[in-house]
């Protein structure tokens, strides 16, 4: 797919993993709508990057729709959708004191992880499908899992269960969509220098480095954004989740 002149939306597309994808996209061409929660962040970024920003939560199904309805209107029907957006908040099922993990705060992060990537990957391609296609299809969705997926660690009950329910997505969702001539791919980041790193001391954040086999450090935001521009290119990956961690198997704590 080219992307010079192509719309695409990137959901969580203020900080981390999204802003550096947004900025790659736009730097290829690609008209940029960054959603996100963060207004501050996002309409700055979106300045920056020569894009425009929506605020959205994207467990609302109808702010999704009129995100993308703006989204539209701007920038023609978007063909490139990518779900960064999330939260990793972190508890045992029993903490020191012997109280339960919150119920809540397991189904928000499923609401916000899971469901939020489901409801803005239905509003695009409901849209996509009607537009007539470009080359071989019509466009791609690029998921975020991680590879807390696949090895979960003490505490992340709850988001390492909203992300293999992101990562388990990828196949029915290619299956659901390749009528329409919409691929759907994951990618399941390992230790990247997000916001959520970006706070640990440095001597922290070079022990979690020295954990990647190869290369022995925290990835960078713009190696995500690298492999985002290389789904897009090849029409052949569809329905698969790729793990971006340099070879890390997370260990149990």
Known sequence: MELCDTAAVVAGGASGLGAATGAALAQAGARIMLFDRDRDRGEAHAAAIGGRFAEVDVTEEAAVAAAFDEAERAHGVARVLVNCAGIAPASRVVNREGQPHALALFRRVIEV????????TAAFAARLAKAPPAGEGRGVVIN??????????????????????VAALSLPLARDLAQHGIRVMTIAPGLFLTPMLE????????????????????????????LVLSIIANPMLNGETIRLDGALRMAPR
Do not use: H, M, W
């Not at 992880?113 to 803005?120: D, P, R, S, W, Y």
């Open 113 to 120: 992880n899971l469901i939020g990537t489901f409801c803005t």
């Open 144 to 165: 975020t899992a991680s590879v807390a997926a696949f090895d979960g660690q003490v505490g992340q009950a709850a988001y390492a269960a909203s992300k293999g329910g």
């Open 199 to 226: 706070g640990l001391p440095q001597t922290v954040q070079d022990s979690l480095g020295q954990q990647v086999p190869f290369p022995s450090r925290l990835g960078s935001p713009a190696e995500y954004a690298q």
